[in-house]
């Protein structure tokens, strides 16, 4: 397909990395549409094992160009640590990545109103990674954030960061008690970094254009997950951007009719980090513990992940507003062990059974699992390399998978390494 756009289909983490750099092997260029810093996708390749924040899993392949749209809030330090830790591992990247002039940049109040933001306020943290996301997000909606465009004159972008410390050392000082910062010393350090970024910077969607118009095949990268979404998801424990389909559009300066196609990227259970429901969520009591079954820690904080069942009223919600056309299911081999395993059907609400995934979130919070209760298969699959190879009672549990959502799977994830893949 020339133009796909790769999901997460739950609340984020669940493999994208590895898929996107699997389907970047036939790909000439991929994307990158929404998010910061705070996503981390992590692809091994032959022992060695790469975790990318902001740089498209594509940049993996050598024949590979990858951007990052203006839908991505860019945070140039973290960029740039990313860009060199690349670098030492002989990965070119000059003439193979290039960064939006419309993207939003980081900058160091927004990380400082993040983090004590929410260290302030215990009862009502969001869970978010400090990494001052959200304030780049509400400064850009706010019509106040600065463009790596900006960086290209001195002048405005001196008068602009003085405007937003105005606003920001009062909320800062007056609020959380931090000391003010100082206007020269951003603008010294971001002028330092604007010329290690110079050579990266160009206008993608033109970019893109031009390449779709040539007849290259586009990959479309996500970070988080549907749930997460800022419209869509568990409001408002949520990212503050849209990692949906739609973003797609947006964060790259694409149109709607660009698109062929798109894949959601699940996992054959369910995880979340952070505050918020996660109806399928698995009890300590329980014995079983997929955290560490499938080393299910944060790739960018190293903080636990919560763990459940299969949640199919989130994966038809996933279906629904992003429009996929199949799976890519992954981690399957994490369930390798278990004696039986659950799928989650429906939800039960005051006694009534229900389908839809709930906007309210106090609803959510008092719904109720409806599982189906499959036998496990108790056997290796981390070898296995076709479909029909599979275990008769794995290959059971994906056609219920498929069933259920009425979405066929087409790849299946067997272990973090590129060859540990099933193409159906």
Not at 80 to 90: F, H, S
Request: net charge negative; glycine share 10%; hydrophobic share 40%.
């Amino acid at each position: 397909m020339p133009v796909q756009i790769i999901v997460g289909a739950q609340w984020g983490d669940e493999g994208k990395g590895k898929i996107i750099d699997y389907l970047s092997e036939h790909a000439d260029l991929v994307a990158r549409y929404q998010g910061g810093a705070n996503a981390g996708h992590t692809v091994a390749i032959g022992g060695e094992r790469y975790v990318l924040h902001l740089i498209p899993s594509g940049i993996l392949h050598p024949h590979t160009t990858c951007y990052l749209g203006n839908g991505v809030v860019i945070d140039p330090v973290a960029l740039l640590q990313e860009i060199e830790l690349l670098t030492k591992k002989d990965i070119v990247l000059k003439g193979r990545l290039f960064i939006s002039h419309r993207a939003h940049l980081v900058m160091p109040y927004h990380k400082l109103l993040d983090q004590s933001r929410e260290l302030a306020d215990e009862q009502h943290k969001i869970g978010t990674t400090g990494r001052g996301i959200g304030p780049a997000y509400v400064d850009k909606v706010h019509r106040m954030g600065i463009r790596i465009v900006d960086l290209l004159d001195e002048t405005t972008l001196r008068e602009k960061i003085i405007h937003n410390l105005e606003e920001k050392n009062a909320i800062l000082s007056a609020l959380y008690g931090q000391s003010p910062l100082e206007a020269e010393a951003i603008l010294h350090e971001y002028r330092e970094l604007d010329e290690q970024l110079d050579p990266y910077i160009t206008d993608v969607s033109r970019a893109l254009h031009l390449g779709i118009a040539s007849g290259k095949s586009v990959l479309c990268e996500g970070a988080q997950g549907t749930l997460l979404d800022i419209d869509l998801g568990t409001y408002p424990y949520v990212t503050s951007s849209s990692p949906t389909s739609g973003g797609a559009c947006t964060g790259l300066g694409l149109g709607p009719t660009q698109i062929d196609r798109v894949l959601g990227v699940i996992k054959a259970y369910t995880t979340r980090v952070g505050m918020g429901p996660l109806p399928t969520e698995i009890s300590p009591e329980s014995g079983i513990d997929l955290r560490t079954l499938g080393a299910e820690y944060g790739a960018t904080t190293g903080r636990p992940r919560r763990c459940g069942w299969f949640d199919a009223v989130v994966a038809n919600y996933a279906v629904q507003v992003n429009g996929i056309a199949a799976w890519a299911v992954t981690k399957l081999d994490v369930l390798d062990t278990l004696a039986e395993i659950k799928i989650c059907v429906a939800y039960r609400y005051r006694g009534k059974e229900i389908k839809t995934f709930p906007a309210d979130l106090a609803m959510l919070e008092q719904c109720e699992p409806v599982y189906e209760t499959l036998p496990g298969w108790q056997e290796s699959t981390a070898a296995v390399r076709t479909f029909n190879a599979l275990p008769a009672r794995a290959q059971q549990y994906l056609r219920m998978l498929t069933e259920i959502t009425q979405t066929p799977i087409e790849i299946i994830s067997v272990g973090p390494n590129r060859e540990q893949t099933i193409f159906c």
